[in-house]
Antibody, heavy 127, light 108 residues
Framework: EVQLVQSGAELKEPGESLKISCKAS????????IGWVRQMPGKGLEWMGN????????RYGPSFEGQVTISVDKSISTAYLQWSSLQASDTAMYYC????????????????????WGQGTLVTVSS | EIVLTQSPGAPSLSPGERATLSCRAS???????LAWYQQKPGQAPRLLIF???TRATGIPDRFSGSGSGTDFTLTISRLEPEDFAVYYC?????????FGQGTKVEIK
């Protein structure tokens, strides 16, 4: 069974850095893309980006490119979402989610729809 | 970027009624790479439908998806009490991936 377990809620001040995590189990971590989705308070879902743990190929949504860093540690099957300087507008629930994969014409896995989700990490940025 | 617009905004329906939720894309969604998710308060989203019309594992057959190109529909044939939630459509055909703004199905 695929499981994604995220780190706990965070309360931070503006300007602080933060790294939240998503530990995967129940499947071959290196062989499947993993992504992050933001949900601001009372709002909808926004795709932040996906990363392929096999080679760390990372794709960001345009609103998040340069604002966050997505990374992985294959040795412990964990994905990360990182900020260098938080702002109040980063206050949100953040979900990691695993896309199903399909093989493209070059036999390389490409991300598909999200079929498994973590429980979410609430990040609150306030002075 | 493909913009997904969902309607109606917040239908009020009774248990046993039929719910028809619409998702319209600003441009054609290649290969019908469109999914639907259900989200209940305090919970992560749950996959209902992928490929526009294929139910995910364990999803009751009262949920069905249809459509292609730019117009997609999620139908709940007979609403159960546990179906009152927010529903999102999502296209994964073209980067950046995008979600609709959500439709909240409320109890009348």
């Amino acid at each position: 069974e695929v499981q994604l377990v995220q780190s706990g809620a965070e309360l931070k001040e503006p300007g602080e850095s933060l790294k939240i995590s998503c530990k995967a189990s129940g499947y071959s971590f290196a062989s499947h893309w993993i992504g992050w989705v933001r949900q601001m308070p009372g709002k909808g879902l926004e795709w932040m980006g996906n990363i392929y743990p096999g080679d760390s190929d990372t794709r960001y949504g345009p609103s998040f490119e340069g604002q966050v860093t997505i990374s992985v540690d294959k040795s412990i099957s964990t994905a990360y979402l990182q900020w260098s300087s938080l702002q109040a507008s980063d206050t949100a629930m953040y979900y990691c989610a695993r896309p199903r994969s399909y093989l493209d014409n070059n036999n390389f896995p490409q991300p598909y729809y999200f079929d498994s989700w973590g429980q979410g990490t609430l990040v609150t940025v306030s002075s | 970027e493909i913009v997904l617009t969902q309607s109606p905004g917040a239908p009020s329906l009774s248990p046993g009624e039929r719910a028809t939720l619409s998702c319209r894309a600003s441009q054609s969604v290649r290969s019908d790479y469109l999914a639907w998710y259900q989200q209940k308060p305090g919970q992560a989203p749950r996959l209902l439908i992928f490929g526009a019309s294929t139910r995910a594992t364990g999803i009751p057959d009262r949920f069905s998806g249809s459509g292609s190109g730019t117009d997609f529909t999620l139908t709940i044939s007979r609403l159960e009490p546990e179906d009152f939630a927010v529903y999102y459509c999502h296209q994964y055909a073209t980067s950046p991936w995008t979600f609709g703004q959500g439709t909240k199905v409320e109890i009348k």
